[in-house]
């Protein structure tokens, strides 16, 4: 029984984290992210700067960087 359940919860955590990686992060599959941009996320100030730039597209990146 626990052979059966092992690639079945594998495969949704599969299927999970495809689709939050595209959806929510809104990042390309199969793609290396460079270092520094991981390290980025990592910061609580990461999500802040996002959502200024959502709201604010003409807004340049050293102006937000500024933030």
């Not at 052979?3 to 599969?14: C, D, E, N, S, T």
């Not at 984290?17 to 460079?34: G, H, S, W, Y």
Request: charged letters at 25%; a positive charge; zero cysteines.
């Amino acid at each position: 029984m626990i052979y059966g359940a092992v690639p079945l919860i594998f495969a949704l955590l599969a299927v999970y984290a495809i689709v939050r990686t595209r959806r929510v992060m809104k990042l390309p599959l199969f793609q290396p992210v460079p270092v520094p941009k991981v390290m980025a996320m990592e910061n609580e100030m990461y999500r802040f700067v996002r959502k200024q730039r959502k709201k604010k597209p003409t807004e340049t990146a050293s102006e937000t960087a500024e933030l």
